[in-house]
């Protein structure tokens, strides 16, 4: 597991598939929000999370982001 300025997290290959071109929201390790918005999912995140819980909310790329990025890094070369 990683450890980043007070936030745990790991995440699957299946996470990435399942949740891909959209946000999700996740309490210690685990998905309590999906969704189109970031806000939106923080949003959701936070009435179903505990107070003290610290709600983590991430971006699961599409495949056509990844490669979209690629190309971009490429052109800039």
């Known amino acids: ?3 980043g300025k007070g936030f745990e997290f790991k995440f699957t290959h299946e996470w990435a598939r399942r949740y891909a071109g959209k946000f999700v929201g996740v309490v210690s390790e685990k ?3 999906v969704g189109k918005s970031r ?3 923080f949003k959701k995140a936070e ?3 505990s107070p003290s819980a610290k709600v983590g909310v991430f971006y699961f790329p599409t495949k056509k982001d990844m490669l979209t990025v690629s190309i971009a890094n490429f052109n800039i070369r």
């Open 31 to 33: 998905v309590i929000a």
């Open 1 to 3: 597991m990683k450890k």
């Open 47 to 49: 009435k179903v999370a």
């Open 39 to 41: 806000l939106a999912v």
